[in-house]
């Protein structure tokens, strides 16, 4: 994983977790980045950009039941979702009074906010835009024992109040000293 060869620049470190790391990309405002309907892709982002957008940061195992699925208003058609539900084995980051131990969350797809506009946009205004996502290639299972990024979700109820931070935004659980120095390193 991370860039060829070739387009690394003079003097800077590649490491197996992306680009260099002084050149990191700043939060991207999704709902600026669109292409058409049809012409939808991922923007890959490394590890060290994950963690550096993930204000919480836990290890989480299954919950029962595994998933609750929602209807979340949206203008004059309700958008259909799936939340994950996890239980938290351990906090890695999190604000003072965040999640805790043993709590069961419930937690919606990157993005979420945005495709609630964007399923918003088109059944109310027939307008076919899909924003460019955010994805993180860490390849952990959806299941088990594994490291959650996550972030603040603006949703109305039945949504959640966290998403993932990053589409595939999941990392096993061995790679979590590798998340614990990108943390000290910032």
């Known amino acids: 994983r ?14 197996e977790h992306g680009p260099p790391l002084s050149g990191l990309p700043s939060p991207i405002d999704v709902s600026q980045r669109v292409g058409g309907a049809s012409q939808v892709h991922p923007l890959p982002i490394p590890l060290a950009a994950v963690v ?8 989480v ?27 938290v084995v351990e906090v890695v980051r999190a604000p003072v009074n ?10 919606g797809e990157a993005h979420l906010d945005t495709m609630l506009s964007v ?21 952990a299972p959806n299941a088990g024992l594994r490291v959650m990024f996550l972030g ?8 959640p109040s966290l998403c993932l931070s990053a589409v595939n935004a999941i990392e096993k659980t061995e790679n979590l000293p590798t998340v614990r120095q990108l943390i000290d390193s910032r």
Do not use: W
């Open 152 to 159: 603040p979700c603006t949703i109305p109820e039945p949504g």
């Open 119 to 139: 399923h918003q946009m088109y059944y109310d205004e027939n307008i076919a835009e899909s924003p460019i996502y955010e994805t993180y290639e860490g390849g």
């Open 52 to 59: 550096q957008n993930s204000p919480i940061i836990v290890v």
């Open 61 to 87: 195992d299954d919950a029962a039941p595994a998933f609750r699925d929602v209807q979340i208003p949206a203008g004059s058609t309700p958008m259909s979702t799936r939340l994950m539900r996890v239980r």
């Open 98 to 107: 965040g999640v805790q131990v043993e709590q069961v969350l419930e937690v």
């Open 2 to 15: 991370g860039a060829p060869q070739g387009d690394q620049q003079q003097g800077q470190k590649q490491d």
